[in-house]
């Protein structure tokens, strides 16, 4: 059945969406990062700073991509804007960095973590946690082949769950408490330290895209889009905030530096090893939710991409029941499967990294495009300072650009060589047989 007969249906409410922002933040990172901040800075303010400034450049990122979403309310997300406002060749430039490092090298290994955790809450440690890993894959898979309700429902399951369990983790270190004070007055951090202690929290607010790429799932989009992206991204931040709070009255600022795993020292302490166990399930539930979310995003970009032709013309197509991009799907569930097997995915996404932000960038700065060449279509939300915050926003990625290549050269240089290969393949697809010779709008 051609792809033009079977649309994707609008059949998610604001809740929805704002689980999916939630699930697609809220990863791993806040339960071991806060270490690696507290490492780069001197005190409990200047930890918690540094996580309130992330989330106000998150925050401004997520206005962006309301503003985006409320324009193009397709799925597909950054790759449509890219598509109209620069042209089929850089979009898919984009997609083939999600297809081949980003979305698939994150599922592999945010998969295998997932399984690591899963294993700690039952006190156990798996030696080979890939074919483990390839489980949750395929299982994940298989709620998603039946359409963006059994996806979404098993996502607002996952996320209320992760968010009891930052829950708890607050609750147990404010009422706990009990951090040494220190036994000298720190001195402050230099203003280049600080920034480079940013990078972390960056990270780890990062993903609240994934509800774009299900934008053509959404009812009222101009209105839950947002909605969804505001409340998400306000939500994520009070929790982050919070945690680091408690990790700072529990284990106080010079602990936090000295742990590797923060959540569970925190809980070890409180309430011994059978906390350590459930925070370790927390952290499992949050790590598959985000697995989920990030199946359900990219499998949309690649419908979107094959449905322009410019990636196999059978993941363009949507199941005729269940209206899900099943053959995009397999697609990624496939290759992500592949890495985690070969245990390749953590050098990819290192290679990655530049790449990552500077299609984010592109993706913002598709909206210096919309203002000008659409400035009479009318919009349901505008990004409020504009062009101020959108500017601002870049400057941020610009800089994390700039630093990730100073940091690690050899890594950018193969993130560079990953990106330009998908010029070639992107003039192979155009030119197979049947191709379409322009783009169809999802």
């Known amino acids: ?159 209320v769950l992760k968010l009891a369990a930052i829950a708890l983790l607050i609750a147990v ?23 480079g202690a940013l990078m972390p929290v960056l990270f780890s607010y990062g993903g609240w895209y994934y509800v774009n790429d299900i934008a053509g799932e959404l009812r009222d989009p101009q209105r839950t889009i947002p909605r969804a992206l505001v409340f998400g991204m306000l939500l994520v931040a009070a929790c982050y905030l919070l945690a680091n709070l408690a990790y700072l009255a529990v284990l106080g600022h010079d602990g936090l530096a000295a742990s590797d795993a923060p959540a569970a020292d925190l809980m070890r302490r409180a309430l011994g090893e059978p906390g350590a166990r459930v925070i370790a399930a927390g952290i499992a539930i949050s790590t598959l939710g985000f697995c989920n979310i990030s199946m359900i995003g990219a499998a949309r970009v690649f419908q979107v991409m094959g449905a322009d032709g410019v990636f196999f013309r059978s993941a363009g197509k949507l199941h005729p029941r269940w209206r899900s991009p099943n053959v995009a799907l397999l697609l990624l569930a496939a290759w992500a499967i592949v890495l ?71 890594d950018a240089g193969m993130g560079a060589l990953i990106t330009l290969a998908g010029l070639p393949v992107y003039f192979i697809w155009r030119h197979l047989p049947g191709a379409k010779s322009r783009p169809t709008p999802p």
Not at 34 to 46: D, F, L, Q
Not at 58 to 65: D, E, K, M, P
Not at 173 to 191: E, H, I, K, N
């Open 1 to 159: 059945m051609d792809t033009h007969e079977v649309g994707y249906a609008r059949r998610l409410s604001t809740w929805d969406a704002a689980m999916v922002v939630v699930g697609g933040v809220i990863g791993s990172g806040i339960f071991l990062t806060p270490s690696s901040i507290a490492r780069a800075t001197t005190s409990s303010g200047e930890q918690l700073l540094a996580w309130a400034i992330g989330g106000v450049i998150a925050l401004i990122g997520a206005l962006c991509y309301a503003e985006l979403g409320t324009r193009r309310p397709n799925a597909g997300g950054g790759y449509v804007y890219l598509r109209e406002a620069f042209g089929l060749v850089v979009a898919f430039v984009y997609g083939w960095n999600l297809l081949v490092v980003n979305h698939s090298g994150s599922l592999a290994a945010v998969a295998t973590v997932f399984v690591q955790y899963a294993a700690a809450a039952f006190g156990a440690k798996i030696d080979n946690p890939g074919p483990w890993a390839v489980g949750t894959i395929v299982f994940l898979a298989g709620i998603n082949w039946f359409g963006i309700r059994a996806g979404s429902l098993a996502q607002n399951i996952l996320t």
């Open 173 to 195: 270190g404010l009422a706990v408490r009990g951090a040494p004070a220190p036994s000298a007055p720190p001195a402050s951090v230099s203003p280049l330290a600080f920034i």
């Open 340 to 410: 985690a097997l070969t245990g390749t995915f953590d050098q990819l996404l290192n290679y990655s990294t530049v790449g990552d932000w500077i299609g984010m960038a592109a993706v913002i700065g598709t909206l210096f495009w919309y203002r000008r060449a659409r400035s009479m279509e009318a919009a349901s939300f505008r990004v409020p300072l504009y062009p101020l915050l959108p500017l601002a926003f870049l400057v941020v990625v610009l800089w994390v650009v700039a630093v990730t290549i100073w940091q690690r050269p050899a």
